[in-house]
């Protein structure tokens, strides 16, 4: 820039001039400047997350979520009277839902992202310093031959990580398939199919494939999941199953091939005049029907897709125009034999409900047409998806959205109710923004009828209307429609009349009570809380393994070469063979105890002279707490249990002498007739329970202190169906009956023993003034080996009948010591 000169002319003036300008330049600028960094910083103080909680950048989880409830009470459009309240209550929640979220808050702070993509960001690899050298193609030749930029960067833009595979890809891959790109950074054959996979995104794109690509050196445990066996990689996630494509061609006719190939089979079943009319009546199923009509032999790929992304709500079917089989299907529905043609039917299969004729229909419009139309005009209730689609909760709608919902059984006595509230459905005038009508059924959905229900029976709900408002997933308001009728039609024409009448007084009935809650001061009357419906559409066990096996075999037969076949054939046969050994000898094994055990019974039967396939046989139980219940509380009618008891000390001398007195009554306790089972009980474990039994037998209030010792030797006939027990003990014998003889038993039993160190059976001395004359003449003292020597005539009289019966009201609770 020249200087002007002082000898010029006007030069001192134009320099003062000039440089005044300069300055009012440079103060425009920077006012300028203030201006644009004011309203930037005004536009980021309106989004800053942390402006709008209130918080400072350094705050943990435990404030944000503090501050969030907060505002979050101080902002609810349902509790403030603010007029811009929804639209901060948007803004906080978004505001928390950013800085909850640990990875898009740190692109926030690194970045300045808000997205909900910001995962896409977290560690991804600098390529920046890839080219700081410069290119000597480049520089000798021009710009042309740079194809590093070209290749590298179609691959990094579409870069993902795993976390974005497993939160995003995979759910998605449920509606639309995805299709990954694996490469490396020095990958000369990934260069090569950049130009070809571009291609393909360019083709398959607008069809409503997705596309994502995943650098396998920075995510290895993804490469070894997904089962990538070179680079690059082409896989097809689909349903949430991994498919690899393992042509070396990447072709996009190929490709297109191998998605049809993974694609549900018969997702669009050919029809024809022969079977046009079951499958448009088939709306029994809950899903809509659509028919894709095309002048060629199969579906388009972009039907296909389209149908496998609206398959869970409509039943697709592919014409073939050009086809003789055909002829009554374009006469019925006058349609063009060159044009791609779109119908979608409700319950009424003689007129669409929505129609499309082009030469080539776009993705995007056949999405929108059908997610328009995609419910019946009666649709059922069948599982949450559905109640979301139906009822979508508003919390954030200043208008209500009502669902109208009749409550039936699955039989066909309430098809006339169902078609009914159909026809009353096609009739109504109201959009379906504001009101839906749908049906439920009882039986499946139980536990949503009964929330609504609990100020009523569940049985008076059948054939009910109830209105229904969400607003919220676990919330709803509702109000019983009672005036709303549909009885069931008889046959004859004055009962017709009456069902016609009927029919008019619901619709009037209803058209008032939708109108009157349609109004914003209106409120529904009774507010619940509902769980998840239950889906009535869910494989069942059966289902599901069978489908995990062809899963896994087709895994198998796709990612199996010759390579693998062979030691795995291998390792199966050495398996196989080592097994059939084992087996072998467990078999020789098993018929040489066999034959010692003739051998044996035959060398018994020469002695004893008894059949051979006498095995005597009788089992003593332990009477515990865990076997209570099957020893006595939940005895047959005329099964008893014989029970003695003993003690640590005494236990081996009584129970040979107890086997010995029970033996010949071992056929009762056969295994095809167990009317008669034997146990022994510990006095140390059970002292609880058999304190109570004898208080039970005499009504006592009092509880009752038994001292163990003096029971051992006890036997105990119990009756669990008709509550009573007959007892037998040494030093009481039966010509004592009654309570008489059980008052003077426990009070004996609960007196000390004289030697606790003796092996006898002590503390039967009697001091009471009613003893008898016989008890006077026996002996004070038993050794333990008598104790059961009386138990024998005792069961003699336990058989006949002759003993007393103890009958008690219940049976008390074992508790184990």
Known sequence: MKIPSSSSKNGPAAAIMGGTNLRNLIGLTLLGLVLVSAVAAAATANTDPYKILGIQKQATLQEIRRAYKQLAKEWHPDKSDHPDAETKFVEIKKAYELLADSDRRKAYDLYGITNE?????????????????????????????????????????????????????????????????????????????????KKMIDTLEPFGVTFATINAGHENQLVRKVGVHSLPCVILVLGGHNYVYKDSVYNTQRVVEFIRQKLPYKLLPTIDDSTVDGFLEGWIDNRVRALV??????????????????????????????????????????????????????????RPVASISMSDIPTSTLNNVIAVNKYLALPRLSSQAMLEGVCPAEWNRPRKRLCVV???????????????????????????????????????????????????????TILKVVIIWRRDTNHIKYEWVHEATLPVPEKGAVENETHDGSYNNTKQKLDSVIQRLLRPSEVLSYEAEVKDLLDEHA?????????????????????????????????????AFILAIGYLMAYLVRVEEENIQKSQNKSADGKNGKPANYVPELRLHELRAEKYNGLVRLLKPGCRTIVL???????????????????????????????????????????????????????????????????????????????????????????????KRMMKMTRQLSTMPSDPEAGAFLGMDSSDSETSTSDISEPKILLEENLLDGLPNWLDRLFEGTTHRYYINYWPDFTSK
């Open 645 to 739: 008891l003993t003690d640590m000390q005494s236990r081996n001398k009584l129970i040979p002498a107890f086997h010995r007195a029970v033996w010949p009554y071992r056929n009762l306790n056969s295994c095809r007739n167990k009317t008669l089972m034997f146990a022994h009980m510990l006095i140390e474990k059970g002292i609880g329970w058999y304190a109570e039994l004898l208080r039970l037998s005499l009504s006592e209030s009092r509880e009752m202190k038994i001292n163990p010792r003096n029971c051992i030797g006890t036997v105990i006939a119990l009756n669990g169906h008709r509550k009573y027990f007959c007892m037998y003990h040494a030093k009481h014998p039966e010509s004592n009956r009654g309570a």
């Open 539 to 575: 494989q069942g066990l059966v289902i599901r393994i069978l489908n995990k096996v062809l899963m896994a075999f087709e895994y198998m037969t796709e990612n199996l070469g010759q390579e693998h076949i062979l030691p795995a054939l291998s390792v199966v046969g050495t398996i």
């Open 117 to 197: 993509d910001a995962h896409l960001y977290k560690e991804r690899p600098d390529y920046s310093n890839y080219g700081r050298f410069p290119d000597p193609f480049e520089q000798f030749f021009g710009h042309n031959f740079n194809f590093h930029d070209q290749d590298i960067s179609l691959f990094h833009r579409l870069s993902i990580t795993s976390k974005y595979y497993e939160t995003n890809i995979v759910p998605k891959s449920h509606h639309t398939p995805q299709i990954l790109m694996f490469y490396s950074d020095w990958c000369f054959s990934c260069m090569k199919a950049a130009n070809s996979f």
């Open 293 to 350: 009509m095309e002048p060629r032999a199969q579906p388009r790929l972009r039907y296909l897709i389209t149908a496998y992304h609206f398959r869970e709500r409509v039943a697709f079917g592919f014409v073939q125009l050009n086809s003789q089989k055909s002829q009554h299907i374009q006469e019925r529905y006058k349609l063009h034999p060159s044009l791609d043609t779109l119908l979608i039917f409700n319950e009424d299969s003689n």
């Open 406 to 460: 009749l409550i039936t059984e699955n039989t066909p006595n309430h098809d006339h109710a169902r078609q009914a509230m159909r026809r009353i459905a096609l009739e109504s005038n109201y959009s379906p923004e504001k009101v839906r009508f749908a049906y439920i059924y009882q039986e499946k959905q139980t536990e949503f009828i009964s929330a609504l229900a609990e100020h009523s029976k569940l049985e008076e």
